[in-house]
């Protein structure tokens, strides 16, 4: 055991690489004395405290390579052990008013929480570059680059016309989205035939097992690539596709989705939410519960089964295998036949 492996299984944290053999049912949540504990801590920086929940254990991760776990020690505080002997002592800073955790002091450092989307109710957004309807017309009346080879011909296809049990939730239909305004007009999801069909048995594969799939996106038209990149801010365009090559979606080949409970219709929750543009997004991310990440590794495997490959910072995006075999569309959603049957 390296002593990366040996650090993690000493704070009672599991070590845990892609492709593992994950446990068949679920873990179960965490007590919710802990739920609102979970999250990160710390400067708007690299340095940061994470503090998640483990196979029922309550852990705090100092460092890569780093973690104690957190037993309780009274109101607001907790003993942080590490190498099996108590260290030190973490307290719990609260609001005046509303109680909202609002920092952690652990000796004589104080680790304010970070604010994030699902965290406090809200989805990510981020201050455009530039207005987006001013970047909205000079992206409609740009056109993507000329490409070379040979392509297959596009045949989108709307998802719901193959199953009407896939559910859409399409978030640049409404303001419910990164940049705060819609930037398409109908919320629909296409891909390519046969990304669309794979896409459809991993969702009835999953629903033997009580969970549908929920679509953000699907085939995106290249000016809103374009739009995307001119509007994000240069530190953040890991998260957007560059318009110079474009983007899978815009070749009708990759997915933006998460996971639904078929028995109630609510959404399953995920460590990080849906165009959060931060570390939680990534898909080997190791915080919030067992349970997320036990989702989280739910859906990637479902897809990956069908053909699809994660996005490596986005848990959420998956491309299908065979996106270089299209050419990049421009087509917006209007001009695109309804696929209903």
């Keep these: 055991m390296n002593q990366a492996r040996r650090l993690l299984a000493l ?33 708007d920086s690299l340095v940061r405290l994470i503090i998640l929940e483990n196979g029922g254990v309550l852990v705090v991760r100092l460092s890569p390579v780093r973690t104690a776990r957190l037993d309780p020690a009274g109101r607001d505080r907790w003993r942080l052990t590490e190498f099996g002997r108590e260290v030190r002592e973490l307290r719990v800073r609260r609001a005046a008013g509303t109680g909202r955790i609002v920092a952690l002091q652990l000796g004589d450092s104080l680790w304010p929480r970070r604010a994030s989307g699902p965290d406090e109710g809200n989805v990510f957004r981020i201050v455009p570059v530039r207005p987006v309807a001013e970047l909205r017309r000079e992206a409609l009346a740009a ?24 559910k859409l939730e399409i978030r640049y239909a409404t303001s419910h989205n990164f940049l705060g305004t819609p930037v398409y007009t109908q919320a629909r999801a296409f891909l390519q035939r046969p990304a669309a069909e794979a896409l459809v048995r991993a969702h009835r594969a ?33 998260f957007v596709a560059d318009p110079a090559s474009g983007s899978r979606h815009n070749r009708g080949c990759a997915v933006d989705l998460t996971l639904y409970h078929v028995a109630s219709g609510a959404v399953v929750e995920m460590p990080g939410g849906y165009d959060e543009m931060s570390p939680r997004s990534h898909p080997d991310y190791p915080g919030g519960s067992s349970l997320q990440r036990w989702h989280r590794d739910l859906l990637r495997r479902a897809l990956e089964a069908e053909g699809f490959t994660v996005n490596e910072v986005e848990w959420w995006h998956f491309d299908y295998r065979d996106w270089r075999s299209y050419g990049i569309e421009n087509m917006p959603f209007e001009r695109l036949r309804t696929g209903r049957p």
């Design 11 to 43: 704070a009672g944290l599991a070590w845990t690489t892609p492709g593992a053999a994950q446990p068949e049912h679920p873990p179960a949540p965490p007590p919710s004395a802990w739920t609102e504990l979970l999250g990160e801590y710390g400067p």
């Design 143 to 166: 056109a993507p680059a000329a490409e070379n080879g040979e392509f297959r011909a596009s045949d989108l296809v709307e998802l719901v016309s193959l199953d009407s049990t896939i």
């Design 206 to 238: 999953l629903r033997t097992r009580g969970y549908g799939l929920l679509i953000h996106d699907g085939y995106r038209p290249w000016y809103v690539t374009r739009l995307f990149w001119d509007a994000t801010p240069p530190a953040l365009r890991d």
